[in-house]
């Protein structure tokens, strides 16, 4: 092993794995650390990819009971989650496995070991199998990440009071879950272990679930899950959690008339955000600017205040997720290389993995009103569409929100089956600058859920031809 690099970065999550295949692609010399003892990051490890398993097992196992009215007899169907855990686990492993195969394959030298910097160009590794070194790079990449944060005076114990990584590894089915917060990984935590057989509750401090969308988007999610079986408590404070042997205690304040309320259950899950990582990164003397909330501050080339250091992913500001992460890694290498990386912020797609799935890229229709920018709606129901009908999906709609001066498309939000995949669609005609009149014009394949786009898109003027 060297240990003189153009290129040392500090974490293997989406930010970081990708910022050294990047620039391993582009000719440099590259390490990459990671303290974990497994490269992929929170998502592959603890995030979007166990999720993702048990989200789609548990909806195959919810799905028996729409069989019969296809004809599809299933007795006998039942839960083994030992078995259901393993598949998640196979799953993690075969991800984890395919970065160390594209490590290799792109000659990026790496480790397990918590990296410290001691200057702009120096390393101090501290590695697992207990080998400590020091390395010279050019350049350093802080992809370090983030770790769940929890309300004041509430620990996470681990035990009955749990964060999203306890929760993707239950070995029994709760009888009653809290979901404390109504965000996307509350939801979709909460959504896996209702659907296992849980009675979830959410409580949301907000007056809403999934702060941040669209709000007619959010309020028809909640419809849906609450349909579904999970209940929300809004507008609800936590004012503590007592843990004792069989579960815990969560008491809430309902924030208009402060009434207050007793919930008992098997396990909390707080979901209430991430906080951005840096814990024992910085040796004696060495400095960065942070953000008042704790962020490493970046300019927009995503340089820190410490010439030759960058920072990407969860642990600078802006959404907390894989792909902006993984862009932010490609624009840092191809910065690095004296190329001109960019991110286009203004076209990061997000995606809520219930059932249906909820994604959206774009403004709301909030932020134009906040924005005092003119715009249309056009909007096509899923009810309404062919191939919705025959597969049983019918909940939800399509949402285009475009300029009433240019016609260009400024936001899009779907909640669907399939959402999630159909968003791309969305973010491409976006990039281009579309109108919603190009999207209206382009030839979907019928039947297919995308066909409920063209469809929202010639709503805008009017003119949905099966509504
Ligand atoms: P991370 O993935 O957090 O990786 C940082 C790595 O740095 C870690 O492995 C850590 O061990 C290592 N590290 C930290 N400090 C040091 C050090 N000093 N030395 C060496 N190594 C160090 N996002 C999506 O886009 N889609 C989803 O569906 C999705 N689902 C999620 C579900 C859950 C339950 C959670 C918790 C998150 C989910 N996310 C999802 C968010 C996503 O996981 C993060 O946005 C993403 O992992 C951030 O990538 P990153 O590279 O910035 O950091």
Known sequence: MSDNYDVAVIGSGPGGYVCAIRAAQLGLSVVCIDKRGSHGGTCLNVGCIPSKALLHASELFIEKNKFSSMGIETDNVSLNLETMMKYKDDGVQ????????????????????????????????????????????????????????SLPGIEISGEKIISSTEALSLNAVPNKLVVVGGGYIGLELGSVWSRLGSDVSVIEYLDRITPGMDSEISANLEKILTKQGLKFSLNS??????????????????????????????????STGRKPYIENLFGDGVNLDLTETGFIKTDTHLRTSLDGVWAIGDVVEGPMLAHKAEEEGIAVAELIAGKPGHVNYDIIPSVIYTSPEVASVGMTEEQLKENSIKYSVGKFPFLANGRAKVNNTTE???KILSSSETDQILGVHIIGDQAGNMIGEASVAMEFEATSEDLARICHAHPTLSEAIKEAALSVDGRALHM
Do not use: W
């Not at 004792?244 to 899950?269: H, M, P, Y």
């Open 94 to 149: 075969g991800n984890v496995k395919g970065i160390d195969f594209l490590f290799k394959k792109n000659k990026i030298e790496n480790f397990y070991g918590e990296a410290k910097i001691i200057s702009p160009n120096k390393l101090a590794i501290k590695s697992n199998d207990g080998e400590d070194k020091e390395i010279e790079c050019k350049n350093i990449v802080i992809a370090t990440g983030s770790v769940s944060s």
């Open 396 to 398: 939800g709609f399509v």
């Open 237 to 270: 404070e936590v004012t503590t959690i007592d843990e004792n042997n069989s579960g815990a205690v969560v008491t809430i304040k309902n924030r208009e008339n402060s009434d207050e309320q007793n919930i008992e259950a098997d396990i909390v899950l707080v």
